[in-house]
């Protein structure tokens, strides 16, 4: 499911297709959805779409440690439809929002 979640941001399938839905990756892995969540709840204590969050995270990470984009441009380059919901779950997660995360890596 990593595999397939890392390849799908790398490809920039998401400013096509928009964010990975569990749906998709259970597709992919040729189970379904309920399973899907079922078995990662069992084995890592998440669900499928905690999982999917996590990665989006990763990739908000990134994009705000290593580009000069405003939140709105990776909103929008990650599917996101506003950029508060960018906000909201990145601030959720990380309790810290995505503006203190960049700040935190570059003061100025």
């Given at each position: 499911?990593?595999?397939?979640l890392?390849?799908?941001?790398?490809?920039?399938?998401?400013?096509?297709?928009?964010?990975?839905?569990?749906?998709f990756?259970?597709?992919?892995?040729?189970?379904t959805p309920?399973y899907?969540?079922?078995?990662?709840?069992?084995?890592?204590?998440?669900?499928?779409?905690?999982?999917?969050?996590?990665?989006?995270?990763?990739?908000?990470?990134a994009?705000?440690?290593?580009?000069?984009?405003?939140?709105?441009?990776?909103?929008?380059?990650l599917?996101?439809?506003?950029?508060?919901?960018?906000?909201?779950?990145?601030?959720k997660?990380?309790?810290?929002?995505?503006?203190?995360?960049?700040?935190?890596?570059?003061?100025?």
């Amino acid at each position: 499911m990593e595999l397939i979640l890392n390849k799908y941001f790398e490809a920039g399938k998401i400013q096509e297709f928009g964010q990975p839905t569990v749906k998709f990756l259970a597709e992919k892995l040729h189970i379904t959805p309920h399973y899907l969540s079922d078995m990662l709840k069992e084995h890592t204590g998440q669900t499928a779409q905690q999982h999917i969050h996590n990665a989006l995270i990763e990739q908000i990470k990134a994009l705000l440690t290593m580009t000069n984009m405003s939140i709105s441009e990776i909103a929008y380059q990650l599917g996101f439809d506003y950029p508060q919901s960018l906000n909201k779950l990145f601030k959720k997660k990380t309790a810290v929002s995505p503006t203190s995360f960049r700040k935190s890596f570059n003061p100025n």
